[in-house]
């Protein structure tokens, strides 16, 4: 059966579902914008009770990551995500849900082959690249300083 360009993208965009754009939008927003809320609230949180701003905000940035792993552990981190989409992608908690999840999903597989090495299939990369970055820009601003 031959069908042409015109009858394939009619029959595609019968059975694609609707984009709801707006309303996925609102919801990353909303989630992604109560995320980084929760953790101002948390270094707040943390200067009231006498730590330093610089001490504070870093242990608001290891309570978030606690946070998500312990809710991708229950996945509730994904239904959230289910909902809010890119809203879930906030640096530091999405991070540590890429973390968590492929070493749930390989736990069966045991602790080395399992674990270990499927954690890092997905922030692997994130955490060389991120290394080599910061090389090369520490080094160029070493150079820039001292040299030009």
Known sequence: ?????????????????K?????????AFCVG????????????IYIYY???????????????????????????YN??????????LVPITGFANSMVSPALEFQTEGLVLGVGAQMFTIAGPVIV??????VIVGLLTYIFNNFI
């Open 129 to 134: 690249y991120g290394v080599i970055t910061s």
């Open 19 to 27: 984009s709801h754009i707006i309303k996925d939008c609102t919801w």
């Open 79 to 88: 239904s959230i995500a289910n909902v809010a989409g890119a809203g879930t």
């Open 1 to 17: 059966m031959d069908i042409s360009k015109k009858q394939y993208e009619n029959i595609n965009k019968k059975h694609s579902p």
């Open 50 to 76: 006498g730590l330093d701003k610089e001490t504070s905000f870093s242990l608001a940035s290891i309570t978030l990551i606690l946070l998500s792993a312990i809710l991708t552990g229950l996945n509730i």
């Open 33 to 44: 914008g109560l995320i980084c809320c929760i953790g101002q609230a948390l270094a707040k």
